[in-house]
């Protein structure tokens, strides 16, 4: 019989050696190509190995037709698309809305998220939600955007609070400011109350009433108006300047620019104002109790220094040339590390600088090197986006965005959009899209200039106000043949998305 045939016993067990061998490339090969594929990697047309780059799409609405180069990618947003390494014209699509345009390029083995497309409605409905019979004194919204509050036109104490909670229904509620807190005008001059702040409660809002050329500061209660307060009578001072401490309506920052000192008060303990820093110029503090500031006070001449104080230590971060206007600083944190962003009015750069803090500790003694440069002349603006990922410097039309995420740089001029006065910037409208009025209508863009979109008209006067989730824009404009203001609503998507 064969099977006793050791002959044929050794060819069978060569044999399937052979097939377990086979198996065991088959799946080792198997193996490496789906490991090829994880980073990125493929084949193209010619056979060649090619990497990819990972793109992830999003947007609002929700899905989205997705095309690259012109063709129809197979899945819509949210998803996740694999392209060789090269330069891509993407478009977003869907029925009853504007297309979403953006040029992008793609790194073999990179990942990138596009989480921020906002498609626009062809057609903007607005609805009209209350009337006034003059320019109202003031519009601001609440940190959560569950709040508007609006200064009654004529009265410095008459306030109208829009609750948000149904963004399509708002609720307006009166307020009444008790008269005794703010300080009476002498010579029946000119008043007004300016916006400071919100607190981080959102129920509390800092504002500056200013009367017979002086000023005062006023704390809001708008959960219950007779709590609202006159700081300036609480802490029986008399500060130029009045501010936050990490964003809570009972600490404070005093500011004296003609002494140079910053000093903490607390309403727990109003009786007690403490000195922090001398010498000091301009600053920006944080909500993690660092104080970015400049000061004259060890400089070479003709220099300041930027320090960065925190509560163990005070560090230099870098020198700038005197300026003949103002400081710009700013500070945030994004992903875990924090963000220091100085300038000037009369600069031409503003320097940025990642984790600042911890470079100098680990390097003491060191010139900290900044993570990137914005080059505008002038600027007269400096802020992070709500998300804190992009940092926007600003003169008029001449606009430089740092990305950090990507550490990408974009500058640009938008002749074609001048700001409508008295603007005399763009202001983030949330963690990707800059905010305007031009030409009477209001206008939006991408952090790199990209989809520009006009959509309805508004005052210049007033920042418009969001819906938490962004599917509803609220703003003051003028009534056409009238001298009154509305207040409106403005669905930034069709019906049957809401």
Excluded: C
Aim: aromatic content about 12%.
């Amino acid at each position: 019989m064969d099977y006793l045939d050791p002959k044929q016993e050794l060819k069978q067990r060569v044999t399937l050696l052979i097939g377990y061998v086979l198996v065991a490339v088959a799946i080792a090969f198997a193996a490496l190509v789906l490991l090829y594929q994880a980073y990125g990697f493929g084949f193209g047309k010619n056979g060649s190995v090619i990497q990819n780059g990972l793109l992830f799409f999003s947007s609002q609405p929700n899905p989205a037709n997705i095309y690259i180069n012109g063709k129809l990618a197979a899945n819509p947003t949210n998803t996740r698309l694999f392209e060789p390494s090269g330069i891509y014209q993407v478009e977003l699509t869907r029925a009853g809305y504007r297309n979403w345009y953006r040029r992008i390029t793609v790194d073999g083995g990179s990942v990138e998220h596009f989480d921020y497309p906002l498609l626009i409605p062809n057609k903007l409905i607005t609805t009209k939600i209350n009337s006034y019979a003059a320019a109202p004194g003031m519009m601001t919204e609440s940190l959560n955007q569950k709040y508007i509050l609006i200064e009654e036109p004529g009265s410095l104490t008459n306030f109208d609070l829009y609750d948000l909670s149904n963004p399509a229904k708002p609720v307006v509620t009166s307020l009444v400011l008790p008269s005794n807190v703010l300080t009476q005008s002498v010579t029946g001059g000119a008043q007004s109350l300016t916006f400071v702040a919100w607190a981080d409660d959102n129920q509390h809002v800092l504002l500056k009433h200013l009367y017979d050329n002086k000023s005062e500061y006023i704390l809001l209660d708008i959960a219950d108006m007779t709590q609202s307060a006159n700081l300036n009578t609480t802490f029986n001072v008399n500060p130029p300047d009045l501010s936050l401490d990490n964003i809570k309506y009972n600490n404070y920052y005093f500011f004296d620019p003609s002494t140079g000192v910053v000093s903490t008060a607390s309403l727990s303990d109003p009786s007690t104002v403490t000195p922090v820093l001398s010498h000091v110029l301009a600053f920006h503090s944080y909500d993690t109790n660092e104080i970015l500031y400049a000061t004259d006070q060890g400089a070479k001449p003709g220099k300041v220094l930027i320090k960065l104080y925190s509560p163990s230590a005070t560090y230099t971060i870098t020198s700038l040339p005197v300026s003949s206007g103002t400081y710009l600083l700013n500070m945030a944190t994004y992903n875990g590390t924090l963000y220091a962003a100085v300038g000037s009015t009369s600069g031409r750069f503003v320097y940025i600088y990642q984790d600042p803090i911890g470079q100098l500790q680990s390097a003491p003694g060191q010139n900290l090197a900044p993570s990137w440069v914005l080059h505008v002349n002038n600027p007269n603006y400096l802020s992070f986006s709500d998300n804190a990922q992009f940092i926007m410097t600003e003169n008029n039309n001449n606009y430089a965005v740092y990305d950090i995420q990507n550490s990408l740089g974009y500058l640009y001029t938008d002749q074609t959009k001048p700001l409508d006065p008295p603007q005399v910037h763009a202001t983030w409208m949330d963690g990707d899209r800059l905010i305007y009025v031009s030409g009477g209508k209001i206008d939006i863009q991408d952090y790199d200039n990209n989809n520009q979109q006009t959509l309805v008209s508004a005052s210049p006067d007033y920042v418009p106000a969001f819906s938490s989730n962004y599917k509803y824009m609220f703003s003051l404009s003028p009534a056409a043949g009238s001298t009154s203001y509305n207040l409106n609503s403005t669905p930034l998507m069709i019906p049957s998305d809401l």
